[in-house]
């Protein structure tokens, strides 16, 4: 069965602390990972797309990297505008093209 | 401004009564998606449909319906046969049936 599963739950950092989030995947055949910014009340805020290991993307502060298992998300140097719950979502190559979404980070940055 | 709206951004329903979310995209996206999200829960899929005049349930379809008459337009009409409707409903679309989805601001409905 296709999966997704985000650790940690939650997350604090101090601002400018740096971290990473985890998104581990089982999937048949990966089409594709992606990486949204969810605040509270609010729909998914999209991020980065990711289609094959070793592929990385970078936007402002953060920067998402893609292996064959699983996907990090890295914060550098985070700021409490970065505090938000961050999804992880897959695409197989099987079956009827529909997004498989991890539980989420939680994360607070404290100024 | 390019975009997925929906609408109410807050409903509330009585028990037992059908009640409609709209979704209205204007991205000239062709795949549109519903799903729902409950706290400590990742997002389930309720319906999708990749073209106009076609959809397919999702994983949790049961007490919900769709049409998708329109490509601009993928409303969800949950019934009283769903019996725990109080939830976070998220629309989505994609250009194809691959790639990134995005995503609307969400109806929060609550039934009293």
């Known amino acids: 069965e296709d999966q997704v599963t985000q650790s940690p739950e939650a997350l604090r950092l101090q601002e400018g602390e740096s971290s990473s989030l985890n998104c581990s995947y089982t999937?048949?055949?990966?089409?594709?990972l992606f990486w949204y910014r969810q605040d509270p009340g609010k729909g998914p805020e999209f991020l980065f797309t990711?289609?094959?290991a070793g592929e990385e993307k970078e936007k402002e502060r953060l920067k998402a990297t893609l292996t064959k298992k699983e996907s990090f998300l890295h914060i550098t140097a985070p700021k409490p505008e970065d505090s938000a719950t961050y999804l992880c979502?897959?695409?197989?190559?099987?079956?009827?093209?529909?997004?498989?979404f991890g539980t989420g980070t939680r994360l607070k940055v404290l100024a | 401004d390019g975009g997925i709206t929906q609408s109410p951004k807050y409903l509330f329903r009585k028990e037992g009564q059908n009640v409609t979310l709209s979704c209205e995209q204007n991205?000239?996206?062709?795949?549109m998606y519903w799903y729902r999200q409950d706290p400590g829960q990742g997002l389930r899929l309720i319906y999708y449909?990749?073209?106009?005049?076609?959809?397919q349930k999702g994983d949790i379809a049961e007490g919900y319906s769709v049409s998708r008459e329109k490509k601009e337009s993928f409303p969800l009409t949950v019934t009283s046969a769903q019996k725990n409707p109080t939830a976070f409903y998220l629309c989505?679309?994609?250009?194809?049936?691959?790639?990134?989805?995005?995503f609307g601001q969400g109806t929060r409905l609550t039934v009293v």
């Open positions: 989505a679309s994609s250009i194809r049936r691959a790639g990134e989805a995005f």
């Open positions: 999937v048949s055949g990966l089409r594709g």
């Open positions: 990711l289609y094959s």
């Open positions: 979502a897959v695409q197989a190559t099987s079956g009827t093209y529909k997004y498989i």
């Open positions: 991205l000239n996206h062709d795949a």
């Open positions: 449909s990749q073209i106009v005049n076609d959809f």
